[in-house]
T-cell receptor, first 116, second 114 residues
Framework: QQQVKQSPQSLIVQKGGISIINCAYE??????FPWYQQFPGKGPALLIA?????SEKKEGRFTISFNKSAKQFSLHIMDSQPGDSATYFC???????????????FGKGTKLTVNP | NAGVMQNPRHLVRRRGQEARLRCSPM?????VYWYRQLPEEGLKFMVY????????ESGMPKERFSAEFPKEGPSILRIQQVVRGDSAAYFC????????????FGQGTRLTVV
C-alpha cells in the first residue's frame, strides 16, 4: 500500500508565526503534490499544489517546498493567522490502472491551531 | 456555477438499514470520485466513476457497498445493511477530466449508524 506520511499530527503556533507541516512519500511515480485545507464540517479544499519539476511554489503566505531526492514535501504558512486554524492534508495521486484511473493518497492530517 | 453538491449533509441510520448518499458534480464535470473519512484520519479512496461507468472500485468494500453515476442525475453511493463501522464522513469530488488538478470536493455526508 503506497503511503504518504504526514507530521506533526497537531501544531500550535502563535499569530504571526510560521507553521511548517511535512510529508514523506514512497512512490516515485507520484507527479503532483497537493495540499488540502479542511475546516470542521466542510470538505477539503485545494490550497496549493506543486509538480516535482520545481523545488518551490509560493502563493501568498503559503509555500510548498519539494525535495525530490528525499521524497519529501512541506507546507509553510508564513505570518500564520487564527483564520488558518484548520486541518491540513498532504496528498499525492497514484495511477491505479493502465486505463489511467487515479486515486489520491492522503496523509492523516495535521490539526493546526493559531492562537491570537 | 454551483460547487459539488452532496446530500443529505447528515444521515442517521439504524443498523441493518440502507443509506443512500447523493453527489451532484459541478456543471461540465463527468468524473466523480468517492472518499471516506474516519475520525482523525485522512480520506480513503473508494470508487471512481464516469457517466454510466464504474472505472475503478478498488477501494470499495466487497459487500454491501455499491456506486453508480447514471447518464442523468447525481452519483449515488449505496450502503446496504449498515453497521456501526460505516459511520464516517463520505466525500465526493468531481473533475472535468481524469486527475485532480481541477477537482473539487463537496461538503460531505456525515453518516451515523445507531
Amino acid at each position: 500500500q503506497q503511503q504518504v506520511k504526514q507530521s506533526p499530527q497537531s501544531l500550535i503556533v502563535q499569530k504571526g508565526g510560521i507553521s511548517i507541516i511535512n510529508c514523506a512519500y514512497e512512490n516515485t511515480a507520484f507527479d503532483y503534490f497537493p495540499w488540502y485545507q479542511q475546516f470542521p464540517g466542510k470538505g477539503p479544499a485545494l490550497l496549493i499544489a506543486i509538480r516535482p519539476d520545481v523545488s518551490e511554489k509560493k502563493e501568498g503566505r503559503f509555500t510548498i517546498s519539494f525535495n525530490k531526492s528525499a521524497k519529501q514535501f512541506s507546507l509553510h504558512i508564513m505570518d500564520s493567522q487564527p483564520g488558518d486554524s484548520a486541518t491540513y492534508f498532504c496528498a499525492a495521486p497514484r495511477r491505479l490502472t493502465q486505463g489511467g484511473s487515479e486515486k489520491l493518497v492522503f496523509g492523516k492530517g495535521t490539526k493546526l491551531t493559531v492562537n491570537p | 456555477n454551483a460547487g459539488v453538491m452532496q446530500n443529505p449533509r447528515h444521515l442517521v441510520r439504524r443498523r441493518g438499514q440502507e443509506a443512500r448518499l447523493r453527489c451532484s458534480p459541478m456543471k461540465g464535470h463527468s468524473h466523480v470520485y468517492w472518499y471516506r473519512q474516519l475520525p482523525e484520519e485522512g480520506l480513503k479512496f473508494m470508487v471512481y466513476l464516469q457517466k454510466e461507468n464504474i472505472i475503478d472500485e478498488s477501494g470499495m468494500p466487497k459487500e454491501r457497498f455499491s456506486a453508480e453515476f447514471p447518464k442523468e442525475g447525481p452519483s449515488i453511493l449505496r450502503i446496504q445493511q449498515v453497521v456501526r463501522g460505516d459511520s464516517a464522513a463520505y466525500f465526493c469530488a468531481s473533475s472535468p477530466w481524469l486527475g485532480y488538478t481541477e477537482a473539487f470536493f463537496g461538503q460531505g455526508t456525515r453518516l451515523t449508524v445507531v
